[in-house]
């Protein structure tokens, strides 16, 4: 199948692999089941997670035959690729900066905080979003097409993760189908990292823990 994933540009190839559905099975019983049963349970929990969850993710790709560029980990569309972030996802940024100003939830932050937090936000939100469209949102396109089809489905298994939370649930499946929607005109994960890890971080400040349960998820989010 041939997609165009860049607007106005070349047809850039997609080839189906077999069983499309395969990896998004194995990614979705991964994370959830490191969610709600084993989080914690053994040492290395985490980097045991990571690595499954990226071996799964490179196996899909081997076996289709996609390069790191094709696949969004490029520089050559930096700068169309943040254009279609603004213009897309701008509102996500302005919406909760308004409804904070409104509620009176403003959080100032410390600015010698902000580099850490934007380079652990940014590598945060890059392995977040590589599941989103680089696997799920990419296979998704396989079974249903080009449409918003594709997008829907991913984005809805990607706040499927975000349960029990009734802030984050709705706001990560809007959020993901804009995120797919960049990724279909302009597939740079570099970017969509990025603006994960500044959305994140404004809607922490602007709305503050009693809206956004301090961004918790799975068990978690019952912590006191």
């Keep these: 199948m041939r997609t165009n994933d860049v607007r106005g540009g070349p047809a850039v190839a997609m080839r ?4 499309p559905g395969t990896p998004i099975a194995l990614i979705s019983v991964l994370l959830l089941s490191y969610l709600w049963l084993w989080h914690g349970t053994i040492r290395g929990h985490f980097f045991v997670c990571v690595g499954l969850y990226f071996a799964i ?5 081997r076996r289709r035959g996609e390069s790191a560029s094709a696949i969004g980990l490029r520089l050559d569309n930096i700068g169309p690729a943040l254009w279609w972030t603004v213009k897309l996802a701008g509102p ?13 939830t403003l959080q100032p932050f410390a600015i010698s905080a902000v580099p ?4 652990w936000g940014w590598l945060w939100g890059t392995m977040q979003q590589y599941g989103l469209v680089c696997v799920f ?8 097409g080009d449409g ?7 984005a809805g298994l990607f706040a499927l993760f975000h349960l029990p939370n009734p802030f984050l649930t709705p706001v990560t499946f809007v959020s993901g189908i804009v995120a797919c929607r ?8 570099l970017v969509l990292g990025l603006m994960h890890a500044l959305l994140s971080g404004v809607l922490r400040q602007s709305l503050g823990p009693d809206i956004t349960h301090h961004m918790r998820v799975g068990p978690g989010y019952w912590e006191p």
């Design 92 to 104: 996500l940024f302005v919406l909760p900066v308004a409804i904070g100003a409104w509620l009176g």
């Design 16 to 19: 189906p692999g077999p069983w």
């Design 57 to 61: 993710g490179a196996w899909s790709h």
């Design 137 to 144: 949102y990419r296979r998704f396109r396989e079974q249903l």
């Design 116 to 119: 850490g937090a934007l380079a």
């Design 182 to 189: 960049i990724y279909r005109r302009e597939p740079n994960l």
């Design 148 to 154: 918003w089809g594709a997008a829907l489905a991913a």
